[in-house]
């Protein structure tokens, strides 16, 4: 099985890019997982929030295989505790998916057709958290998961 983390955008910051390839680095040792970036849109100041949700979908979709699982990570998607998340990573790699993709959306979230296409959403927390962030605390959260799946001491209750 393989793991797709798709954003919207580069990560600016190198702290948070430090972060990222720790993560993706671990991750390796439990399955293929990589970060696949979408580049951000040009002339986006000019354009209608509809529009541009529509361009970034059309991408989004654009490099999706029709066997893939896509998950959302959405502000109004279903919360977890890290536990109850590795459960539902075990459900869906017992579906037998070969990727699950995870995608960061635009600042502006998904059009309709991406959350159409989605196979479900998660929610990391109530809170707002920056895009280039979130790809640091998915990862983190994923390798947690992981490890608690395989009763590796990481995650402490």
């Given at each position: 099985?393989?793991?797709?983390?798709?954003?919207?955008?580069?990560?600016?910051?190198?702290?948070?890019?430090?972060?990222?390839?720790?993560?993706?680095?671990?991750?390796?040792?439990?399955?293929?997982?990589?970060?696949?970036?979408?580049?951000?849109?040009?002339?986006?100041?000019?354009?209608?929030?509809?529009?541009?949700?529509?361009?970034?979908?059309?991408?989004?979709?654009?490099?999706?295989?029709?066997?893939?699982q896509l998950i959302l990570l959405d502000e109004g998607g279903k919360e977890f505790g890290s536990r109850l998340f590795a459960d539902y990573l075990q459900?869906?790699?017992?579906?037998?998916?070969?990727?699950?993709?995870?995608?960061?959306?635009?600042?502006?979230?998904?059009?309709?057709e991406v959350y159409q296409r989605a196979n479900g959403t998660l929610s990391l927390s109530k809170m707002?958290?920056?895009?280039?962030?979130?790809?640091?605390?998915?990862?983190?959260?994923?390798?947690?998961?992981?490890?608690?799946?395989?009763?590796?001491?990481?995650?402490?209750?």
């Open positions: 099985m393989k793991v797709t983390l798709l954003c919207i955008g580069k990560t600016d910051e190198n702290y948070l890019n430090q972060g990222i390839d720790i993560y993706l680095k671990r991750l390796q040792h439990y399955f293929k997982t990589e970060l696949e970036v979408i580049p951000d849109l040009k002339k986006v100041n000019k354009m209608e929030v509809n529009e541009r949700k529509k361009k970034e979908g059309e991408l989004i979709l654009k490099g999706l295989q029709p066997s893939d459900k869906r790699m017992n579906m037998g998916a070969k990727r699950i993709v995870f995608v960061v959306g635009g600042a502006f979230g998904f059009s309709e707002t958290f920056s895009h280039q962030m979130v790809r640091l605390f998915f990862l983190e959260q994923l390798y947690r998961a992981c490890t608690i799946l395989n009763n590796e001491p990481y995650h402490n209750d």
